[in-house]
């Protein structure tokens, strides 16, 4: 079965494939940690990440800790499989992102060449590996999330597409596995299956073949929601439908953005944390698509637009009921297949008159989008890099402001830091943002300012373990060795209690 399937891969697109995307991203392997969410995942959890803790890394949420409401065990795993290769060695980890965005785009090549001209489905498939607004998949390292998604579902559908073509039980063993695997990599895959009906429903399948199907996929789908349950069983609140709808109609405008980014990628940020609204260069996507009806006069498969449309609506749509959303732009990578699909569509009976003229203009549209690509990701460099951009992108973000102060706190510029986390506490009083302005304050040997701080934050929130190790610091410099020795003990107890991984420090009183 393998050779026949690689018997059936365009050697020269998939050679081209790496050679573009290589090019474009190589330099990502020489890049740092941001220090969003990937320090956390990989470097704190350096002893957490252990095959002898197997157990727990299947059967936690991917942060381990806290109200986290993700089950994205495969993510875990990956970090896994790359703390024994890599360390803490970033290039390997951003080596495996490179590796997985030339998989993802290649398994969507495989997927549309199934029914389109392979020499379309190239030209979109570079386009779709150079696009600016996949570029935080590639190069943000927990971004790959994304791009793990986009493989297991777009292979689960070809898998499915080429059992009913040969009735070979090897595609549907794999087409039910590598659903599975979607549903373990992001929740956006409990979509999939519409799509999976929809074809079924489209190639009017018999109602045996429908009922084997339908059972797999309840079946698949009803493990995943159990094995969810128990992952999230411990956590006191959930959102409900109420919580969901409010958070959806609020988001709902920043839909805009991610149609206008299909063609016009233009205002990228590497943390939003407003809802971005574009009315008109959305128009103006949509302008584009309605005038390749019209000129394709219709020549095209309305069930495919439908199917086309409804895959980038359906997978963005999880999108907009996320609590405490940032519309990050890599959220449009597997949604952005459906586009393809209706581009396709649309242009599979099109014949220019000036062939040259279009050749041109697909060079320089890719041009375009690898050099907004290539700016773009020097942005996640590094730390330092990285936060100063996202500051610029969002002056108003307490997290960007903290984090921002954070690295004035370390280069010793205190005053600028004191400044960056007054205006976080600003914008919102938030526990670790007193903490943190308490940890400056003890570097700058002000006691009675880091105390105040750390009670501040001790009112916001009880269960932080920091507040207690900095204050038992602040109380041993102040000579009260009684009470140093009293946030020591409630430090360990409530750092015990409330996280998974991370390694006590060492209290010296």
Not at 185 to 197: D, G, R
Not at 312 to 339: C, E, K, S, W
Request: net charge positive; with cysteine.
């Amino acid at each position: 079965m393998i050779k026949k399937i690689f018997q059936n891969i365009n050697v020269k697109f998939f050679v081209t494939l790496v050679l573009v995307i290589f090019a474009l991203y190589g330099k990502s392997l020489f890049f740092d940690f941001t220090y969003l969410d990937d320090d956390v995942l990989i470097l704190d959890k350096q002893e957490y990440l252990s095959f002898s803790n197997i157990k727990n890394i299947l059967t936690d949420t991917v942060f381990a800790r806290g109200q986290d409401k993700f089950c994205r065990p495969l993510l875990n795993v990956s970090f896994l499989i790359e703390k024994y290769i890599y360390g803490i060695k970033p290039y390997g980890y951003h080596l495996t992102n490179v590796m997985l965005h030339i998989f993802a785009v290649f398994s969507v090549f495989l997927l549309l060449s199934l029914k389109y001209d392979k020499k379309k489905v190239f030209i979109v498939s570079i386009l779709f590996a150079c696009h600016p607004a996949l570029t935080q998949a590639v190069v943000w390292i927990p971004g790959r999330n994304d791009s793990l998604l986009t493989i297991f579902a777009v292979m689960s559908f070809y898998f499915l597409i080429r059992y009913f073509d040969n009735k070979k039980n090897t595609y549907l063993a794999f087409h039910f596995f590598l659903y599975a695997c979607s549903l373990l990599t992001k929740e956006t895959a409990v979509m999939i299956p519409l799509f999976y009906f929809m074809y079924l429903l489209f190639t009017k399948q018999r109602v045996k073949t429908n009922v084997l199907f339908v059972s797999g996929w309840l079946s698949v789908g009803i493990f995943y929601f159990l094995y969810r349950s128990f992952v999230l069983s411990y956590q006191t609140y959930s959102y409900t439908v109420s919580d969901m709808s409010g958070i959806f109609f609020k988001s709902l405008p920043a839909a805009t953005k991610y149609i206008a980014n299909v063609f016009f990628p233009l205002n990228l940020s590497v943390f939003p944390s407003t809802v971005e609204v574009n009315y008109f260069l959305a128009a103006a996507v949509v302008f584009v698509f309605i005038l390749l009806a019209v000129t394709a006069k219709k020549q095209y498969d309305k069930k495919i637009l439908l199917f086309g449309m409804l895959w980038f609506i359906a997978f963005l749509l999880p999108t907009f009921v996320m609590p405490d959303n940032q519309f990050y732009d890599h959220r449009i990578y597997l949604p952005m297949v459906g586009i393809f699909i209706i581009l396709l569509e649309l242009v599979k009976s099109y014949k220019p008159d000036n062939w040259r003229f279009l050749y041109i203009f697909i060079l320089t549209a890719v041009m375009f989008f690898a050099a907004l690509s290539f700016f773009h990701e020097n942005k996640f460099k590094n730390k330092q890099i990285f936060w100063v951009n996202a500051l610029i992108d969002s002056p108003d973000s307490d997290i960007t402001n903290a984090c921002v102060a954070g690295l004035l706190d370390e280069v010793k510029m205190y005053k600028e830091s004191e400044k960056k986390y007054l205006r976080a506490i600003e914008i919102k009083k938030y526990s670790k943002h007193y903490v943190n302005l308490a940890v400056l304050y003890i570097h700058m040997k002000e006691l009675e300012k880091a105390e105040q701080a750390l009670l501040k934050a001790l009112d916001l929130r009880d269960d932080n373990p920091m507040i207690y190790y900095n204050l038992a610091i602040v109380y041993r410099n102040k000579g009260n060795k009684e009470l140093a020795l009293k946030m020591k003990d409630l430090y360990l107890k409530v750092f015990k209690d409330t996280n998974k991984y991370q390694r006590t420090e060492d209290i010296r009183i």
